[in-house]
């Protein structure tokens, strides 16, 4: 989700421009990096952690999670590109405007971010359900046209949501290695939810971290945390909400490793057991 920190939206680029929100974060500098070597997790097979048990079921009960309402946002569209009147319409994000959607980035060989976040995200919502929460999606397939920013973080606020996750990947420079969270700063409206997206990033980022093996980000953020306010998913979200940014698709490690199935499947367990820490 390459993205940079201020300005419109250009039409029709491969790589996320403008500054938003599904692509919407990160290649900007923000200060803080934690230098890590490159990601040495070789591919799992479906299930598989570290330990040889699934991150998803390594803790707590696996039921535990009845009754929670989930909301899961695969950054971008597969139809986004073509559309780009449509997509750089701008919309208003409590500080400011931004573009309704942007186009992502991709790796090299062309595995699309976008359709990298519908995949994860489909995985993670079977893990969820499976485990008894109430999940919804915030795009049907991969195939539409956003929805805008400004959509995706009311469709968790009219749902009351427990816990929202917007899934992406980044697209740095090929330097850079690793994952990090975007959470939200205060911007006034979303003050009530800062708190607690604080405690599902730190959740989330370290279940990521132990599950899949990636290290955290080298070019972004201090020990896998970036705090923002010019993101309008979060800044219109009134639910604990963050970003994962998986991996730099532009770093031929992590591409390899985010192209692959078994390890989105990883992904996915790894994304469950940190709802599950958050939620119990």
Wanted: aromatic share 4%; with cysteine.
């Amino acid at each position: 989700m390459r993205i940079n920190r201020g300005g419109p939206a250009v039409a029709g680029i491969a790589l996320c421009l403008g500054a938003l929100v599904a692509c919407n974060g990160s290649s900007g500098a923000s200060g803080g990096g934690e230098a890590a070597g490159p990601p040495t997790a070789g591919p799992a097979s479906p299930g598989a952690s570290r330990g040889g048990e699934s991150p998803a079921s390594a803790k707590g009960d696996p039921a535990s999670l009845n009754g929670k309402v989930i909301v899961i946002d695969p950054g971008h569209n597969g139809g986004n590109a073509s559309h780009p009147s449509e997509i750089n319409r701008q919309v208003k994000i409590g500080n400011g405007s931004k573009a309704c959607d942007t186009t992502g980035t991709e790796t090299k060989a062309g595995y699309a971010e976008h359709a990298f976040t519908w995949d994860v995200s489909k995985r993670l919502a079977d893990l969820l359900r499976s485990r008894g929460a109430k999940v919804t999606l915030t795009r049907k397939d991969d195939k539409g046209v956003g929805p805008c920013v400004t959509e995706r973080a009311a469709v968790g606020n009219r749902l009351k949501a427990d816990a929202a996750l917007s899934i992406h990947a980044d697209g740095a420079s090929a330097s850079g290695h690793g994952f990090h969270i975007i959470e939200p700063l205060s911007i006034g409206r979303n003050s009530e939810m800062v708190s607690g997206s604080a405690e599902l990033g730190e959740a989330l980022r370290n279940a990521y971290h132990e599950g899949t093996g990636i290290p955290y980000s080298n070019y972004l953020g201090k020990k896998a945390i970036d705090r923002r306010d010019d993101l309008g998913g979060l800044n219109m979200s009134t639910v604990p909400k963050v970003f994962i940014e998986c991996g730099n698709m532009q770093n031929a490690g992590d591409a390899e490793k985010l192209s692959s199935a078994p390890f989105r499947q990883r992904i996915a367990e790894s994304l469950a057991a940190g709802f599950q820490t958050y939620l119990n």
